[in-house]
Structure formats: structure tokens, C-alpha cells
């Protein structure tokens, strides 16, 4: 009696970045011509053979789902999710992506199972501890803008469920790994944050070496985190992946620039009659003149190509108007300006 299989073997990575790409609203076609593209219509093509012997359908679906962050979500619609892979704007964006990677797969321990296979891995593998840093470099705020939408449609929840159920498998087959194999490159999987925030990929700083930790709250103050809407937490505490060690003004430029379109004074403001050229009168109120996206009274923040940044200053900084002044670096308004800006998580 001859036998009929009526199942057959697949990969269990396979099967989870598979359908997380479906889930995502990409469908992925294995073909011989191609390393890997998008259509703009819907449509993965990955290399079906003449892979790398490090390469996997889980990393290079990982890695195309990391450039569709980057690029966001109208990059759905476009082929190869925009790039051309041939102009200067492809390397910092690859480096962007590169970065998300790191940071994103450092949350389950698989930094480097989940490596890519590219190129640039050199650039990957020379990443700090903490890939969003420094802060100031052009490619950091693109990653860190990309990793806050990966909580969210059309990536959100799935991404992370298929990191999740990677990192399941993998603490399983690590112990048994063999020689050269990627399995032996598993981490241990950060264990969750108590604040309920995902955990740090990376070193042992802790809640209470955090920028965002203030001590406040009616009666005795107690230790918060403005990163959880000002919960109590203990400064013991392992660091999120939020963590910033410091906030440093000349560095962000945040408040003054993109986060926030308006900075209106009162007409007794002392600026109004130190810089009459810089106050622009709206009839209703009155307003610091702007260039573009920034306070006109904003210097600085171009990033030379060594990497080291013209920080940013205030050209009127000790007569600059009352509701500068009342900026709280570290305050509720600090992290939403630097979320907006993609400086902070």
C-alpha cells in the first residue's frame, strides 16, 4: 500500500515571518531572479536559492519589514518601498533601517540571529549598545520615529508577536546549537519591564539613571517616570527601552524647531521691544518670527560629515520670551517635543 503525506515539513521561522508578512498585508513569493523587492501592489519577492549560508526567509522578511518602518506607510504603495538603491538618500536610510533591526530584534535577544546578511553588515555589527544613539545623527531620528510605529497598524501587533514567537523557538534550540550554527548567536531575552514599557536590549543602567525619572506628587514625593504619564516607579528598576541617559538642550534644538509651529508673547514680553524684528504681530497675538520649521532665533544643528554636530543655540538666550523660559527640560512637554522630532521613543 503506497503511503500519501497528506502534511508537509516547513520551517517553523518560516512559518512565522510568513504569515506576519500576510498579516502585515504583504504576499511573499520565493523566485530565482531577485535578492528582494516590492511591487507597490502588495507583493514581497525573495530569493528562492543562492542565499548566503547565514540568510533565512526570517531575517530577510524582518529586514523588508524594518525599511517599510523607515519609510512608513505609504512606501506600501511604492516599488522597493521607495528606494532606488543607487542615490546618497539610500545609504542613510539603509543605515536607519539597519539601526531599527538592531534595536527592535535586541528586545527579544536575536541582535544577532537576526542579523542582516547585506553588505552593510560591518556598519550593523559596529552599532553602540544602543542603536538609537547618538541622537544627533541623521539616520538615529528616522529609526527611533520607525520603532514607535511598530506598535501600530499596519505592522502593530504582528511584528513584535513574530519576534516573540522567534525568540520562543530560539530559547529552545540554543541549548542544542552545534558549531558554526546561527542558533549559537541566540541572547538571553530581556525579561519584561515592571512599568509595563518593553524591556532594554542592552546594559545595566537602571529607571533611576534615566532622564525621564523626576521625583513629584502631592505630599512626600516619590520616584515617577514621564514616560508612563508620570507613574511611580522604583529606580532600581532595570531601564526600559525609553531609556535616555541625559537630555542635553544643544544637542535637540526639539522645542524650537519642528515639535512645536508657534511661540507666542505677551505684548508686555520684554523681547517684544529687545528684538522688535524678531516679533511678528497677528493682530490677535503675538508671535517669535520663524525660518521654515524653526524659531528664527535657533543657530546650530547641522551635522558635519564626521558625524560631529554645530549644536544648537538660542541667539537671544538671556532675553529670550517668558514661555521659553518656563520650558522644563525633562518635563511632559520636553518628551513630547523629542517624540515629535523622532528623538525620543
Known amino acids: ?8 515539513y516547513v520551517d517553523p521561522l518560516d512559518e512565522i515571518w510568513l504569515t506576519c508578512a500576510e498579516r502585515v498585508g504583504l504576499r511573499v513569493e520565493r523566485v530565482p531572479d531577485v535578492y528582494a523587492s516590492t511591487d507597490g501592489a502588495g507583493r514581497l519577492r525573495l530569493a528562492s536559492h543562492d542565499l548566503d549560508p547565514d540568510d533565512c526567509a526570517a531575517q530577510m522578511v524582518f529586514h523588508e519589514l524594518c525599511h517599510s518602518l523607515i519609510e512608513g506607510p505609504e512606501s506600501f504603495s511604492r516599488a522597493h518601498w521607495g528606494l532606488d538603491n543607487e542615490t546618497d538618500r539610500h545609504v542613510p536610510r539603509e543605515h536607519a533601517c539597519l539601526r531599527l ?7 527579544y535577544g536575536l541582535r544577532r540571529a537576526l542579523a542582516p546578511t547585506t553588505d552593510f553588515r560591518g556598519y550593523y555589527d559596529a552599532l553602540p549598545d544602543d542603536p538609537l544613539t547618538p541622537r544627533h545623527l541623521p539616520e538615529v531620528p528616522a529609526a527611533v520615529a520607525a ?25 529552545q534550540v540554543a541549548p542544542h546549537a552545534r558549531g558554526a550554527s546561527l542558533w549559537t548567536l541566540v541572547d538571553p531575552r530581556p525579561e519584561p519591564h515592571p512599568s509595563g514599557l518593553r524591556p532594554r536590549g542592552c546594559d545595566a543602567a537602571t529607571c533611576g539613571d534615566c532622564a525621564w525619572h523626576y521625583r513629584g506628587g502631592s505630599g512626600k514625593p516619590v520616584d515617577r517616570c514621564r514616560q508612563v504619564d508620570g507613574a511611580r516607579i ?19 534644538g526639539a522645542c524650537c524647531r519642528a515639535a512645536y509651529h508657534s511661540v507666542t508673547v505677551s505684548r508686555r514680553d520684554p523681547v517684544v521691544r529687545a528684538h522688535p524684528a524678531l516679533v511678528v504681530d497677528r493682530g490677535d497675538y503675538l508671535e517669535i518670527r520663524r525660518i521654515g520649521d524653526r524659531c528664527a532665533c535657533l543657530a546650530g544643528g547641522e551635522v558635519a560629515a564626521d558625524g560631529v554636530l554645530d549644536r544648537y ?33
Do not use: K
Not at 101 to 107: E, N, P, R, S
Not at 234 to 252: I, S, V
Not at 316 to 331: A, D, K, L
Open 1 to 8: 500500500m503506497i503511503r500519501q503525506a497528506s502534511h508537509h
Open 101 to 107: 533591526q538592531a534595536h527592535l530584534a535586541g528586545g
Open 147 to 171: 520603532a514607535r510605529r511598530s506598535d501600530h497598524p499596519p505592522w502593530g501587533p504582528h511584528l513584535h508577536q513574530a519576534l516573540a514567537a522567534t525568540a520562543a523557538v530560539a530559547a
Open 234 to 252: 522604583d529606580p532600581a528598576w532595570p531601564a526600559c527601552a525609553r531609556f535616555e541617559a541625559e537630555l542635553d538642550c544643544q544637542t535637540c
Open 313 to 345: 543655540h538660542c541667539t537671544i538666550y538671556q532675553e529670550r520670551p517668558r514661555p521659553c523660559r518656563e520650558f522644563e527640560r525633562g518635563g511632559g512637554h520636553c518628551v513630547v517635543a523629542r517624540r515629535r522630532v523622532g528623538l525620543s521613543l
